[in-house]
Protein backbone atom coordinates (compact mmCIF):
# COMPACT_ATOMS: atom_id res chain seq x y z
CA UNK A 1 0.00 0.00 0.00
CA UNK A 2 0.78 3.48 -0.34
CA UNK A 3 3.39 5.06 2.27
CA UNK A 4 4.20 8.71 2.97
CA UNK A 5 7.38 9.71 4.23
CA UNK A 6 7.63 13.71 5.23
CA UNK A 7 10.26 15.73 6.57
CA UNK A 8 11.93 17.30 8.54
CA UNK A 9 9.40 17.02 11.26
CA UNK A 10 10.52 20.08 12.72
CA UNK A 11 11.54 23.35 10.90
CA UNK A 12 12.54 26.66 12.03
CA UNK A 13 12.91 29.55 9.93
CA UNK A 14 13.64 33.39 10.56
CA UNK A 15 10.36 35.41 9.72
CA UNK A 16 11.15 36.47 5.64
CA UNK A 17 12.84 33.21 5.04
CA UNK A 18 11.72 30.25 3.05
CA UNK A 19 10.74 27.55 4.39
CA UNK A 20 10.62 24.16 2.62
CA UNK A 21 9.35 20.73 3.51
CA UNK A 22 9.43 17.51 1.14
CA UNK A 23 7.79 14.62 1.00
CA UNK A 24 8.43 11.26 -1.29
CA UNK A 25 5.31 8.49 -1.44
CA UNK A 26 5.47 4.56 -2.75
CA UNK A 27 2.57 3.98 -4.95
CA UNK A 28 2.95 5.18 -8.72
CA UNK A 29 -0.72 5.27 -9.01
CA UNK A 30 -1.11 8.03 -6.53
CA UNK A 31 -2.09 11.02 -8.97
CA UNK A 32 -3.34 13.91 -6.45
CA UNK A 33 -0.99 15.39 -3.72
CA UNK A 34 -2.62 18.00 -1.57
CA UNK A 35 -1.08 20.21 1.45
CA UNK A 36 -2.69 20.66 4.42
CA UNK A 37 -2.18 23.44 7.74
CA UNK A 38 -3.35 22.69 10.72
CA UNK A 39 -3.37 25.28 13.41
CA UNK A 40 -4.20 24.61 17.19
CA UNK A 41 -7.41 23.34 17.43
CA UNK A 42 -8.76 23.47 13.99
CA UNK A 43 -8.64 20.94 11.68
CA UNK A 44 -6.52 20.56 8.33
CA UNK A 45 -6.99 23.34 5.83
CA UNK A 46 -6.37 22.64 2.57
CA UNK A 47 -3.39 25.38 1.29
CA UNK A 48 -2.75 24.12 -2.23
CA UNK A 49 -2.78 20.40 -3.99
CA UNK A 50 -0.91 19.45 -7.04
CA UNK A 51 -2.55 16.69 -9.92
CA UNK A 52 0.28 14.37 -11.35
CA UNK A 53 0.30 15.77 -14.76
CA UNK A 54 1.67 18.92 -13.18
CA UNK A 55 5.28 19.45 -12.18
CA UNK A 56 4.87 22.90 -10.35
CA UNK A 57 1.82 24.96 -9.04
CA UNK A 58 2.43 28.53 -7.28
CA UNK A 59 -0.21 30.47 -5.64
CA UNK A 60 1.19 33.82 -4.44
CA UNK A 61 4.00 32.92 -1.30
CA UNK A 62 3.05 29.24 -1.85
CA UNK A 63 4.68 26.52 -4.42
CA UNK A 64 4.43 22.98 -4.71
CA UNK A 65 6.65 21.23 -7.10
CA UNK A 66 6.14 17.35 -8.27
CA UNK A 67 8.81 15.18 -9.54
CA UNK A 68 6.79 11.94 -10.35
CA UNK A 69 9.82 9.86 -11.43
CA UNK A 70 11.57 10.28 -8.27
CA UNK A 71 8.06 9.98 -6.73
CA UNK A 72 8.44 12.91 -4.44
CA UNK A 73 6.94 16.44 -3.70
CA UNK A 74 7.63 19.93 -1.67
CA UNK A 75 6.24 22.22 -0.57
CA UNK A 76 7.39 26.22 -0.56
CA UNK A 77 7.13 28.82 1.51
CA UNK A 78 8.92 32.36 0.51
CA UNK A 79 8.61 35.35 3.22
CA UNK A 80 7.45 33.32 5.75
CA UNK A 81 5.18 35.58 8.57
CA UNK A 82 4.40 34.51 11.42
CA UNK A 83 0.77 33.51 10.81
CA UNK A 84 2.29 31.08 8.72
CA UNK A 85 3.45 29.34 12.08
CA UNK A 86 1.08 25.54 12.53
CA UNK A 87 2.01 22.00 11.49
CA UNK A 88 1.91 21.26 7.59
CA UNK A 89 0.71 17.45 6.29
CA UNK A 90 1.60 15.97 2.93
CA UNK A 91 -0.71 13.80 1.30
CA UNK A 92 -1.07 11.46 -1.94
CA UNK A 93 -4.07 9.44 -2.82
CA UNK A 94 -5.34 8.30 -5.96
CA UNK A 95 -8.81 7.07 -6.72
CA UNK A 96 -9.41 4.84 -3.82
CA UNK A 97 -7.12 6.15 -1.30
CA UNK A 98 -5.61 9.11 0.68
CA UNK A 99 -2.62 8.64 3.43
CA UNK A 100 -0.95 11.82 5.19
CA UNK A 101 2.72 12.59 5.85
CA UNK A 102 3.62 12.66 9.93
CA UNK A 103 3.56 16.73 9.87
CA UNK A 104 6.07 19.14 9.94
CA UNK A 105 6.03 22.11 12.88
CA UNK A 106 7.04 24.98 11.50
CA UNK A 107 8.08 27.74 13.43
CA UNK A 108 8.50 31.01 12.28
CA UNK A 109 10.99 33.22 14.41
CA UNK A 110 11.00 36.97 15.10
CA UNK B 1 -20.75 28.41 2.29
CA UNK B 2 -20.84 26.52 6.00
CA UNK B 3 -18.27 24.26 6.78
CA UNK B 4 -17.95 20.95 7.60
CA UNK B 5 -20.05 20.24 11.31
CA UNK B 6 -19.10 18.46 14.44
CA UNK B 7 -20.22 17.88 17.54
CA UNK B 8 -18.91 17.35 20.44
CA UNK B 9 -15.97 19.52 20.15
CA UNK B 10 -14.85 17.82 23.69
CA UNK B 11 -15.73 14.35 25.01
CA UNK B 12 -14.09 12.41 28.40
CA UNK B 13 -15.09 9.26 28.96
CA UNK B 14 -13.84 6.52 30.82
CA UNK B 15 -12.97 3.16 29.23
CA UNK B 16 -15.05 0.58 28.38
CA UNK B 17 -17.74 3.23 28.23
CA UNK B 18 -19.03 4.16 24.60
CA UNK B 19 -19.38 7.60 22.91
CA UNK B 20 -20.53 8.58 19.38
CA UNK B 21 -19.39 11.60 17.70
CA UNK B 22 -21.64 13.37 14.52
CA UNK B 23 -20.50 15.20 11.43
CA UNK B 24 -22.48 17.17 8.93
CA UNK B 25 -20.52 17.64 5.78
CA UNK B 26 -20.80 20.56 3.25
CA UNK B 27 -24.00 20.59 1.43
CA UNK B 28 -23.93 18.21 -1.38
CA UNK B 29 -20.74 17.21 -0.89
CA UNK B 30 -21.14 13.34 -1.94
CA UNK B 31 -17.77 11.72 -0.16
CA UNK B 32 -17.23 11.87 3.56
CA UNK B 33 -14.80 10.66 5.52
CA UNK B 34 -13.65 9.76 9.01
CA UNK B 35 -10.15 10.54 10.11
CA UNK B 36 -8.75 9.39 13.49
CA UNK B 37 -5.75 12.55 14.55
CA UNK B 38 -3.11 10.69 17.10
CA UNK B 39 -1.29 13.91 18.91
CA UNK B 40 1.95 14.30 16.56
CA UNK B 41 0.70 12.34 13.29
CA UNK B 42 -1.00 12.89 10.71
CA UNK B 43 -4.96 11.99 10.36
CA UNK B 44 -5.30 8.31 9.88
CA UNK B 45 -8.34 7.20 7.76
CA UNK B 46 -11.05 5.12 9.41
CA UNK B 47 -14.13 5.07 6.96
CA UNK B 48 -14.58 6.90 3.51
CA UNK B 49 -18.45 6.80 2.40
CA UNK B 50 -19.38 7.80 -1.44
CA UNK B 51 -23.26 8.90 -0.84
CA UNK B 52 -24.50 6.28 1.90
CA UNK B 53 -22.29 3.44 0.79
CA UNK B 54 -19.10 2.56 2.28
CA UNK B 55 -16.10 3.08 -0.02
CA UNK B 56 -13.16 2.06 2.48
CA UNK B 57 -13.46 0.51 5.88
CA UNK B 58 -10.23 -1.13 5.91
CA UNK B 59 -8.64 0.61 8.82
CA UNK B 60 -11.59 0.59 10.74
CA UNK B 61 -11.57 -1.65 14.11
CA UNK B 62 -14.96 -3.31 13.56
CA UNK B 63 -14.79 -5.17 16.98
CA UNK B 64 -15.45 -1.72 18.48
CA UNK B 65 -15.74 1.19 15.72
CA UNK B 66 -18.92 1.36 13.74
CA UNK B 67 -20.14 3.90 11.25
CA UNK B 68 -23.19 5.20 9.47
CA UNK B 69 -24.49 7.62 7.02
CA UNK B 70 -28.04 7.66 6.35
CA UNK B 71 -29.89 9.27 3.68
CA UNK B 72 -25.98 9.71 2.57
CA UNK B 73 -25.51 13.28 4.24
CA UNK B 74 -24.77 13.38 8.23
CA UNK B 75 -22.89 10.38 9.77
CA UNK B 76 -22.17 9.72 13.31
CA UNK B 77 -18.52 7.24 14.29
CA UNK B 78 -19.87 5.11 17.15
CA UNK B 79 -17.01 3.82 19.77
CA UNK B 80 -17.74 0.80 21.61
CA UNK B 81 -16.47 -0.25 24.02
CA UNK B 82 -13.67 2.90 24.34
CA UNK B 83 -9.74 1.86 25.17
CA UNK B 84 -7.25 4.44 26.40
CA UNK B 85 -5.60 3.66 22.59
CA UNK B 86 -8.75 5.40 21.36
CA UNK B 87 -7.68 9.12 22.49
CA UNK B 88 -7.37 11.41 19.75
CA UNK B 89 -8.86 13.92 17.71
CA UNK B 90 -11.61 12.52 15.43
CA UNK B 91 -11.45 14.25 12.60
CA UNK B 92 -14.39 14.11 9.55
CA UNK B 93 -13.98 15.77 6.09
CA UNK B 94 -15.80 16.09 3.13
CA UNK B 95 -15.42 16.48 -1.03
CA UNK B 96 -17.28 17.02 -3.87
CA UNK B 97 -16.11 13.14 -4.84
CA UNK B 98 -13.46 11.25 -4.89
CA UNK B 99 -10.15 12.10 -5.74
CA UNK B 100 -11.28 15.66 -4.67
CA UNK B 101 -9.60 18.53 -2.28
CA UNK B 102 -11.11 17.44 1.24
CA UNK B 103 -12.83 20.14 3.94
CA UNK B 104 -12.11 19.15 7.25
CA UNK B 105 -14.17 19.97 10.33
CA UNK B 106 -12.87 20.96 13.69
CA UNK B 107 -13.15 17.55 14.83
CA UNK B 108 -13.59 15.95 18.17
CA UNK B 109 -11.20 15.61 21.25
CA UNK B 110 -11.89 12.20 23.08
CA UNK B 111 -10.05 11.29 26.20
CA UNK B 112 -10.38 7.85 27.61
CA UNK B 113 -9.36 7.94 31.18
Known amino acids: GENVEQHPSTLSVQEGDSAVIKCTYS??????FPWYKQELGKGPQLIIDIRSNVGEKKDQRIAVTLNKTAKHFSLHITETQPEDSAVYFC?????????FGKGTRLHILP | EAGVAQSPRYKIIEKRQSVAFWCNPI?????LYWYQQILGQGPKLLIQ????????DSQLPKDRFSAERLKGVDSTLKIQPAKLEDSAVYLC???????????FGPGTRLTVT
Open chain 2, 49 to 56: FQNNGVVD
Open chain 2, 27 to 31: SGHAT
Open chain 2, 93 to 103: ASSPGLSYEQY
Open chain 1, 27 to 32: DSASNY
Open chain 1, 91 to 99: AASNRDKII
